[in-house]
């Protein structure tokens, strides 16, 4: 079950944003596709945070990258603005990819062995409702250097939601996971990648500093998929690995033919948080 520039320098200051910045588990909503993600990117020129723009189509088995209505990945507001940006890719020289995990229903205790001997910076980005009483794995993966970040309470579409029910979803999940692991998440992952103006004032309004979909996405059997660019990994690059219904393999085993991959392109796993601002 599912619900989906070096180090130091901030995703928040507009010179890195303006010009280079350009979604997750299965569940009973729908995944946008990547011509749904494009169309509701141009849909949503122009409207106004009170607009209800349509939940994505296609199919239900996980998660697709739309970015639904509101700015489009990469844009930036004008300074003094204080909506976070939206990102799906790091502009950064150095040779590093940032591996992304959803939901948290995958719990595979050789990952957690792996994240410790090869040292990797992973990024969890988990819903309060689907790793339930998983608590303690992701407890020890956090001891061995992965970080938590935020991925709502309960799964919903976010996108059209009214405000208040939004930042129900958002800050409940910031309080949630401070009260558990004593952390206050400053990175967001809107499930679906399906989020609206809104949703973006709602993110900032709980201390979210920049709102996270991806451009490559690790499938179930471990080949990679591209929402827009070259169909090969590059640095920069954010890569959602979606939780599986039954994957053929197993994560700590996806994650192992990914190694293998970076390894074969110059590549390694970096570290999103040190490539963002804390608020």
């Not at 507009?14 to 990117?41: K, V």
């Not at 992973?122 to 689907?130: G, H, K, Q």
């Amino acid at each position: 079950m599912r619900r989906r520039a070096a180090p130091g320098a901030a995703l928040l200051t507009a010179a890195a944003l303006l010009t280079a910045l350009a979604g997750c588990a299965p569940s009973t909503e729908p995944r946008d596709g990547a011509a749904a993600a494009r169309r509701g990117a141009e849909d949503g020129a122009g409207q106004s945070s009170g607009d209800v723009p349509a939940p994505g189509d296609g199919p239900a088995a996980r998660e697709g990258p739309a970015p639904g209505d509101g700015p489009a990945p990469g844009d930036r507001p004008a300074p003094g603005g204080d909506l976070p940006p939206v990102v799906d890719h790091v502009p950064t020289d150095d040779k590093v990819v940032f591996l992304t995990y959803d939901d948290g229903a995958e719990r595979d205790p050789r990952f957690i062995d792996l994240v410790r001997e090869r040292r990797l910076p992973v990024t969890m980005f988990l819903t309060d409702s689907v790793m339930g009483p998983g608590y303690a794995h992701f407890a020890r993966l956090r001891a061995v250097g992965a970080s938590l970040q935020n991925h709502t309470l309960d799964h919903p579409a976010l996108r059209g939601l009214p405000y208040a029910g939004q930042r129900a979803e958002i800050c409940g999940q910031q309080r949630k996971l401070q009260s558990r692991f004593g952390i206050r998440p400053h990175l967001f992952r809107p499930p679906y990648g399906a989020y609206d103006t809104t949703t973006l004032r709602a993110a900032a309004d709980c201390g979210i500093a920049a709102v996270v979909l991806w451009r490559v996405t690790l499938e179930a059997d471990g080949h990679l998929t591209y929402t827009r660019g070259p169909h090969h990994l590059t640095p920069g690059d954010i890569i959602a690995v979606p939780s599986g219904e039954a994957p053929s393999l197993s994560l700590a085993d996806r994650t192992t033919r990914l190694l293998h991959d970076l390894e074969k392109r110059g590549l390694r796993v970096g570290s999103l948080d040190n490539h963002t601002a804390h608020p």
